[in-house]
C-alpha cells in the first residue's frame, strides 16, 4: 500500500512504520524537522513554519476562529505576532470571509448609547467617569479620537446597580432592556414630580429641603453643570412615609387641603392686584389659581366674567 504524503508549505509530512509522523523538507536532502505523534500537531507546525514557503499559506479555520474572537478585543500586533501574518492580511480576511470590523466584537461608547436609549455618546462616557461604567481604550483609534470599549460583564453589572441611568422607552427591544425592566419592577424608581405626588406635594421645593437634611436618600444623574435628574426608590419613599421626620402640622397636610389652601392664597393675592391696578400680576396670579384648579378641583373661575368684561372692551375698541 502506497503511503500518503500530505505537502504544507514546501514541508511534506509522512508517517512512518513506527506509527511517528515526520515533518521534512521537499527539497533535497530531505532532512527531518519535526517529529509529531499525530497528524493534526505535525500539519500545525507545517503550517506555522513558513519560512519554507514564500507564499503565505490559505487561512486554517482555528486561524478564523481565534481572528473573529479576538479582532478588536486585541492589538493587531498582537495577532499579527500570534497568527504570524500581516496586517494587510488582517483587513482582507475580515473584509472578504468574516464580514467584521474591528468594532464588531466590543461595545464602542456610539454602540451602547443605542443600546441604552442615549441621545449622545459623551453620556456614556461621563458614566465611566463617574465610575458608574467600567471600561478601558480600545487598541485602535477613530481618526485621531480614541475610542472606548465596555466589556459585556461590566454592562450588565452597572445595570443592575444603577437602572435610573437608561431611558426605558427609549431603549430597543434587547435583553440589556429586560434588565433594567426587572430592576425596574422590582424597586420601581420616582422622577423628583413623581416623588413628590407620592408624598402628596404640590411643588418640588420641599424635596431639596428632604435631602439637604438627610431625610430622603436619592440619587442624581450625571449631567452638565451638576443639573442631573433626581431619581428616588420606592421603598425609600415609603420608608419615609412610615418614619416621616416631618413637623406634625406638615404631617397631617394632603394633597387636596395643600391645593385648597394654595388657591385661596392665589385667589386673595389677584383680587389685590387688580384692586390696585397691576394687571400683569393680576394675570399671573390668576394662571396660578387655574393651574392648581386643574390639579385636583374643576370649581368655575372667579376671574371668569373679568376675562369675559376684558374680551368686550377690546372688541369695542
Known amino acids: 500500500m502506497a503511503q500518503k504524503i500530505k505537502f504544507v508549505n514546501n514541508l511534506s509530512i509522512s508517517r512512518g512504520k513506527d506509527g511517528v509522523f515526520r515533518v521534512r523538507r521537499c527539497k533535497k536532502p530531505h532532512l527531518i524537522l519535526k517529529e509529531a505523534p499525530t497528524f493534526e500537531k505535525a500539519y500545525l507546525w507545517a503550517h506555522r513554519n513558513r519560512k519554507y514557503s514564500k507564499k503565505a499559506p490559505p487561512w486554517a479555520d482555528y486561524e478564523l476562529e481565534f481572528l473573529d474572537e479576538n479582532y478588536g478585543r486585541l492589538s493587531v500586533e498582537k495577532i499579527c505576532q500570534h497568527l504570524k501574518r500581516t496586517p494587510n492580511s488582517l483587513k482582507i480576511i475580515t473584509y472578504r470571509k468574516l464580514g467584521i470590523n474591528q468594532k464588531s466584537n466590543i461595545y464602542t461608547a456610539r454602540a451602547l448609547a443605542k443600546e441604552m436609549g442615549v441621545a449622545c455618546s459623551k453620556t ?68 423628583r414630580n413623581e416623588a413628590a405626588n407620592f408624598l402628596g406635594l404640590i411643588t418640588v421645593g420641599p424635596i431639596w429641603r428632604y435631602i439637604k437634611a438627610g431625610w430622603l436618600q436619592g440619587v442624581r444623574g450625571p449631567s452638565g453643570g451638576g443639573q442631573g435628574q433626581w431619581f428616588f426608590r420606592h421603598s425609600e419613599l415609603a420608608n419615609f412615609q412610615l418614619t416621616d421626620p416631618r413637623p406634625d402640622h406638615r404631617k397631617s397636610a394632603t394633597l387636596a387641603t395643600a391645593v385648597k389652601s394654595a388657591m385661596d392664597t392665589a385667589e386673595k393675592k389677584a383680587f389685590k392686584a387688580l384692586g390696585r391696578g397691576r394687571w400683569a400680576q393680576f394675570a399671573q396670579w390668576a394662571n396660578v389659581w387655574d393651574s392648581l384648579n386643574n390639579v385636583n378641583y374643576r370649581i368655575p373661575s372667579p376671574f371668569r366674567k373679568l376675562k369675559d368684561y376684558s374680551n368686550q372692551g377690546e372688541e369695542q375698541q
Not at 422607552?169 to 435583553?175: E, F, G, L, Q
Request: hydrophobic letters at 40%; charged letters at 30%; proline letters at 9%.
Open 124 to 191: 456614556i462616557v461621563a458614566w465611566h467617569d463617574r465610575g458608574y461604567l467600567a471600561g478601558k481604550p480600545a487598541p485602535f483609534m477613530n481618526g485621531h479620537n480614541k475610542v472606548w470599549w465596555f466589556d459585556y460583564d461590566d454592562i450588565i453589572e452597572c445595570l443592575q446597580k444603577r437602572p435610573w441611568l437608561c431611558r426605558l422607552k427609549r431603549m430597543p427591544p434587547s435583553y440589556f432592556r429586560s434588565i433594567v425592566k426587572a430592576e425596574w419592577d422590582k424597586d420601581p424608581w420616582y422622577t
